[in-house]
């Protein structure tokens, strides 16, 4: 592995999947402290403080050199998991945007002559599989099955920028509670006519983290330089999905008494309700606890009441 080479200091951040609700939390959160971000986008650019790019080129960004001296970069781009049935070719779109992508910048950030110090690549807790009430965290093996097999992969695609001497961290992100599109909101229709209910049994554990909390943490993991490879972003306390139904329900003074069960869910979703809302995973963030990291959200009611204020 050869060592990436001294930099002039910078205060500029790279960001892919800055529309999402992580990232445009993250872009917020940065403009306010004076960090410009340039945005990667696929389209062609509206402005100055965009870079357009396509993962499948070479080079993959249309102007490599404007990377040149970063701060750092964080890689969130990928295909939402939930928003389509789990086709064939849907599969290989989830699973595409996220490998390659990644395999792509990693790629064009080893090549710079002034790379960034730290990468930052969003990964998953489907890392994990389904591993019914197993206590997991950052040293725990990986599962089985289409996302455990995506996860892998797409953290194993930043290889060329930790062989290159960037500091890569996987984030390993659970369910991100907060307003704006994401999980929460589209679980609030139903829930708010008092027609929601747990998944399945509700025995499933989700690991999850506030919005809040996820930016804080991407921010801690980017000036933290002892902190390399895996890293879950979830809260130290993962629910189950009967605990989460109970508290959401309780915060919108609805009741939720309505379970879909399994085989419906299965019926309508195919495969992906099995991995995306049946699947257990009870994930421990370890790393950023011993690192010094402090969740301003910790249990999962104070991370809905944030998020529904």
């Not at 206590?135 to 290889?159: H, I, M, R």
């Not at 508290?247 to 879909?260: G, H, K, Q, V, W």
């Not at 992906?272 to 257990?280: C, N, R, Y």
Request: net charge positive.
């Amino acid at each position: 592995m050869k060592m990436a080479t001294a930099q002039p200091a910078s205060s500029h951040y790279l960001v892919s999947g800055a529309s999402g609700l992580l990232g445009t939390a993250l872009r917020q959160a940065l403009a306010a402290g004076s960090l410009p971000v340039l945005q990667l986008v696929r389209r062609p650019p509206e402005g100055s403080n965009q870079l357009q790019w396509n993962p499948a080129a070479e080079p993959s960004v249309a102007n490599p050199q404007a990377l040149e001296g970063l701060a750092g970069v964080i890689h969130l781009a990928g295909a939402n998991v939930a928003a389509h049935r789990w086709t064939a070719a849907y599969k290989r779109e989830i699973a595409a945007s996220r490998i390659d992508s990644t395999r792509a910048l990693a790629a064009t950030l080893a090549r710079l002559s002034r790379p960034p110090q730290v990468l930052v690549v969003a990964s998953a807790t489907g890392f994990y599989g389904n591993r019914a009430a197993e206590l997991l965290d950052e040293t725990s093996s990986p599962g089985s099955g289409f996302l455990a097999g995506v996860c892998q992969k797409w953290e194993a695609a930043a290889q060329p920028a930790v062989d290159a001497g960037i500091r890569v961290v996987h984030l390993r992100l659970g369910v991100v509670l907060g307003p704006g599109p994401g999980a929460l909101a589209a679980m609030l229709p139903l829930f708010r006519l008092g027609l929601g209910g747990r998944l399945g049994n509700g025995r499933q554990w989700m690991s999850w983290i506030s919005l809040p909390d996820a930016v804080a943490a991407t921010l801690f993991v980017l000036r933290t330089p002892a902190l390399a490879g895996p890293v879950n972003l979830t809260a130290p306390n993962p629910v189950t999905n009967a605990q989460l139904t109970r508290a959401l329900a309780r915060a919108l003074r609805r009741p939720a008494i309505l379970p879909p069960p399994a085989f419906a869910l299965r019926l309508a979703l195919g495969p992906m309700a099995d991995e995306a809302l049946l699947a257990s995973a009870r994930v421990f963030p370890s790393r950023l606890l011993t690192s010094g990291f402090r969740f301003e959200h910790p249990t999962v009611a104070q991370a809905l009441a944030a998020a529904l204020q």
